[in-house]
């Protein structure tokens, strides 16, 4: 059996995912995307969990596929590393990038990514479906996929364009250079730059403001709300979903105690649990089309 891959840990209502391959640069491996996967559930399932943060051990975030099995990386998908296939899609084997990257996007918690250094390939992929993304000022980026003479995964065809822009996403695929921290923040891929040092402090201290201060119920449906928004048709789609969430949660205690610490001048203590399914009339998203097997 494979060493672990990861850390996971949770203090203070802040689970952290700590990509642990730090002589590998924290390259991705199947068994990776299955501990990635897995720790995503575990923070969306535990109600003392109010926020993720994700970074990577040692000087690199990820620096893309493990390349270590030679020129045959990508014909068989590394998959002498872990289970043979990871379901089907469309009767295909499952890219392994959006079998770790898309747990994060059906998560409740918001999900701050800390990219402390290169991000390539899969390591710039897997944090598009974060909520935040904050960059050192060593981290470098590349979705360098056409460049190995592949296709970008981790559904990134879907994230990018809707986070960057189709131009900046078209640039940097059709290019497939690796850029700094500077051009990311320029291209709108991170919101913000900072010293090396104080990069996992700030992602913490976002964190812990998430936790401490607001309804976990309401910031899990308006996350969930705000990404299926970018695929509605219409205002309409969002009007009838925000109506419906309105109604739950202001008869929800939640409501009530934010009201009432509000005008008592005193710290909200929100109870309200998570529970399973969907939130305030919010369906979970994303859901597996009927063509996906697991």
């Known amino acids: 059996m494979s060493p672990p891959q990861l850390r996971y840990e949770v203090a203070d209502g802040v689970a952290t995912i700590t990509l642990d391959r730090p002589d590998r640069l924290n390259a991705f491996t199947p068994v990776m995307a299955g501990e990635l996967g897995r720790a995503a559930a575990a923070a969306d399932a535990d109600e003392a969990v109010r926020a993720v943060v994700v970074t990577g051990a040692g000087r690199a975030f990820c620096a893309g596929a493990d390349l270590g ?3 045959g990386t990508f014909a068989d998908r590394g998959r002498a590393e872990g ?29 701050i990514a800390a990219v402390n250094g290169p991000a390539v390939g899969i390591g710039a992929t897997m944090v598009l479906p974060m909520d935040v993304r904050i960059a050192a000022e060593s981290a470098r980026f590349g ?43 320029r291209g709108r891929l991170v919101s913000r730059v900072v010293p090396d040092a104080d990069l996992l402090p700030t992602a913490l201290e976002l964190a812990h403001e998430i936790a401490d201060n607001t309804s976990g119920v309401a910031v899990a449906a308006a996350r969930q709300m705000l990404w299926s928004m970018l695929g509605a048709s219409s205002p309409w789609d969002a009007h009838r979903v925000e109506s419906r969430a309105l109604a739950e949660l202001g008869s929800g205690p939640d409501a009530a105690e934010g009201v009432a610490a ?28 009927d063509d996906v097997t697991s």
């Not at 043979?84 to 899609?89: D, K, L, M």
């Not at 592949?150 to 695929?173: C, D, H, K, Y």
């Not at 710290?267 to 994303?286: K, M, N, T």
């Open 83 to 111: 289970p043979p296939v990871q379901g089907t899609v469309d009767g295909v084997a499952r890219d392994w990038g959006g079998v770790a990257s898309l747990p994060f996007a059906a998560l409740r918690k918001p999900v």
């Open 262 to 289: 509000f005008l008592a001048k005193r710290p909200a203590e929100f109870r309200a649990p998570l529970g399973s399914g969907a939130v305030a009339g919010v369906p979970r998203w994303p859901l597996p089309p």
């Open 143 to 185: 979705f360098v996929f056409a460049r190995r003479g592949i296709t970008p995964e981790a559904a990134s065809s879907w994230f990018l364009p809707r986070v960057v822009g189709i131009s900046q996403a078209m640039e940097w695929v059709a290019t497939g250079r690796v850029f700094g921290a500077a051009e990311a923040l």
């Open 69 to 71: 099995a030679g020129s």
